[in-house]
């Protein structure tokens, strides 16, 4: 081969490198993400964003148990905002948020985040009110800022499998049984008469009358 054929085919070899690494970079900046996480919900209103907004319900198909909002809220301003409410329109469901220590509101810090879902994150739990059967569908989410109102989004509702088992809802702790009280009466009553009754009369002197104190 001669040396102007060399330089020609190394150049096409160059030329094909960063057009396939374009093609790559074309499916997105999160290619090689997506092909591990399904498509999430996510938008924005003024200085809040939602995101990777799921409904997950129990893995099983059918059975019974709590379901749970998840996902990450974003405060973009320099004032904290509250997650005042999250409802799902349309269903009976009743949203449930704790924040991730403590009791209280669940706040959103200023420039900061809030991650819904998962060991050691604020939760937002469903206890009833949401159909198993609503796996697959997108339901509508809404979220109630302090500041910023309401903001709605189209949340894919999925059983707690595979990658959405890190946020599996979990079942509320079932309440201890009544301890028995104290006080139960163990044996015969304290207090019960023992023996002849105190100050009852003695036997009368010899040679005497009782309770007179005369001797004959």
Known sequence: MSRSLRRGALAATALVFPLATLAACGAGNN???DEVKPDTAATSVGDIKV???????QPDSGAAGP??????VFNNSSTAQTIESIKLPGTSAVVRLKPAKGAGPLTVPALGAVQLGGKGNASAMISSGLPSTKNGNAEQVVFTLSKTGDIGVRALVVP???????????????PSAPASPSGSASGSPSGSPSGSPSGSSSSPATGGTAGTGITG
Do not use: E, H, L
Not at 160 to 174: I, K, L
């Open 160 to 174: 707690a499998r595979s990658y959405f088992d890190q946020v599996a809802p979990t079942a509320p702790a079932a």
């Open 67 to 72: 379901a749970a909002v998840t996902g990450k």
């Open 31 to 33: 290619a090689q993400t």
């Open 51 to 57: 995101q990777n907004i799921t409904v997950v319900t």
